[in-house]
């Protein structure tokens, strides 16, 4: 199977996860990236079955308008049942890190309202301690020196994210040659930067269940 193929099936197998639980009235968060577009085109075809979406990014947000799904504000939401996304990393524990597309501070807090964090990846994803990949940080553009140093303090190498805007205006430093073996402690540390709007790492609420595309199938972790 190829990496397209993985995540059409991760996506699908989501899709067919929440979708005996949607009813007229149901919110759907949905993530951003190239595995959360499949979600998307997956989602699209059950579009009557449910209420609305509420987009992590202005992309997620065009492209489930494109479908004719209806989209809110994250604001008029009391509640939501189920956020599907993406991720850069998941740890067995179902600890991440995303934000490859610059859209953590959003995915973060769609996340922190969805009752059930359902992340879809392919085999790739899945790493024994997080941090190969380059753990993103937004931050105010005034603080962006400030922010380097400091993270430079706790032992990586931040890279500034050139010709990248966030959605909120702001930068990405991604941050290179971290072994995150305390995912939680780090995630809180980067986050008390002053400056920091927030970081890559969902440890603290990590995803609920892992729908991880393998050569054998779909396999599904719980956290
Ligand atoms: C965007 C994200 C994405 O979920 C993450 O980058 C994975 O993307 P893809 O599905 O394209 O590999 O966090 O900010």
Redesign the pocket.
């Given at each position: 199977m190829t990496q397209d193929q993985l995540?059409q099936a991760v996506a699908q197998a989501a899709v067919d996860y929440i979708a005996p639980h949607l009813t007229w009235e149901s919110i759907i968060g949905v993530?951003?990236?190239?595995?959360?577009n499949c979600f998307i085109d997956a989602l699209a075809k059950i579009k009557h079955t449910f209420g609305a979406a509420v987009a992590s990014s202005e992309a997620t947000a065009t492209r489930l308008k494109s479908h004719g799904i209806n989209v809110l504000e994250l604001n008029a939401v009391p509640h939501m049942s189920f956020y599907v996304?993406?991720?850069?990393e998941s740890d067995i524990h179902l600890n991440l890190i995303?934000?490859?597309?610059?859209?953590?501070t959003r995915?973060k807090i769609v996340a922190a309202v969805a009752e059930t964090f359902v992340c879809i990846?392919d085999e790739s994803k899945l790493v024994g301690v997080l941090g190969a990949f380059p753990l993103p940080v937004e931050v105010i553009p005034m603080a962006r020196s400030y922010v380097a140093r400091k993270l430079v303090g706790l032992g990586g190498e931040p890279v500034w994210r050139q010709g990248f805007v966030t959605d909120n205006g702001n930068l990405i430093l991604d941050l290179y040659g971290m072994d995150i073996v305390d995912p939680k402690d780090l995630e809180q540390q980067i986050n008390q930067l002053t400056g920091v709007v927030t970081n890559?790492l969902f440890a603290h609420r990590p995803a609920d269940i892992l729908f991880l595309g393998t050569g054998d199938g779909v396999k599904t972790l719980t956290s």
């Open positions: 995540k993530g951003t990236g190239s595995t959360a996304d993406g991720a850069d995303k934000g490859g597309g610059g859209a953590l995915e990846a890559g």
